[in-house]
Antibody, heavy 121, light 110 residues
């Protein structure tokens, strides 16, 4: 069965960096675009970034552009999110999600359980 | 402020039919497919409805979606207590080159 398992979250000071991972299994990882979506405590869903199936195309939300970088390792079925210059407003649960469309779409058919990132002094 | 606009709350009694609206613009809902997600407390979101009203395996046919112009709606028929959750609409936005979500609607089953 399809599984997405995030890891790498934790407490980090403002200005520092963190790298999240999302281990995928149960499907052909290299065939699907993958997204990161986050949810601040008590708030709604906010899209963060997307990578195409081959990693050649990426897009970012304005709120993270220039600070975060999404990447993937198709040989190891793993999605990454490198987060630099972290701010308090980046505090959230970060979900990785599979996009089940070959093109750009908001169709996320599988989600991970999420990993909490807390940016605090 | 979310790009897609949803009412913050909705409610109904068991057995009722409830609809949740989602308003956008020509750059998102007007041009792209709309998807609906359900999020139970403490869990990851779950895809509820595809644009053609097909549903992922396990989602009951009590859930249905529709779209007209730059607005969309989710209808839940025969409301049940387990439907109490947060509901989000989402669509790709051509201007932002990314998906956008509604602010979410908290559904209470009275």
């Amino acid at each position: 069965q399809v599984q997405l398992v995030e890891s790498g979250g934790g407490v980090v000071q403002p200005g520092r960096s963190l790298r999240l991972s999302c281990a995928a299994s149960g499907f052909t990882f290299s065939s699907y675009p993958m997204h990161w979506v986050r949810q601040a405590p008590g708030k709604g869903l906010e899209w963060v970034a997307v990578t195409s199936y081959d990693g050649r195309s990426t897009y970012y939300a304005d709120s993270v552009k220039g600070r975060f970088r999404i990447s993937r390792d198709n040989s190891n079925n793993t999605l990454y999110l490198q987060m630099n210059s972290l701010r308090a407003e980046d505090t959230a649960v970060y979900f990785c999600a599979r996009c089940d469309s070959s093109g750009w779409s908001a169709s996320f058919d599988y989600w991970g359980q999420g990993t909490l990132v807390a940016v605090s002094t | 402020q979310s790009v897609l606009t949803q009412p913050p709350s909705a409610s109904g009694t068991p057995g009722q039919r409830v609809t949740i609206s989602c308003s956008g613009s020509s750059g998102n809902i007007g041009r792209n497919d709309v998807y609906w997600y359900q999020q139970l407390p403490g869990t990851a979101p779950r895809l509820l409805v595809y644009p053609n009203n097909q549903r992922p395996s396990g989602v009951p046919d009590r859930f249905s979606g529709s779209k007209s112009g730059t607005s969309a709606s989710l209808a839940i028929s025969w409301l049940r207590s387990e439907d109490e959750a947060d509901y989000y609409c989402a669509a790709w936005d051509d201007s932002l080159s990314g998906p956008v979500f509604g602010g979410g609607t908290k559904l209470t089953v009275l």
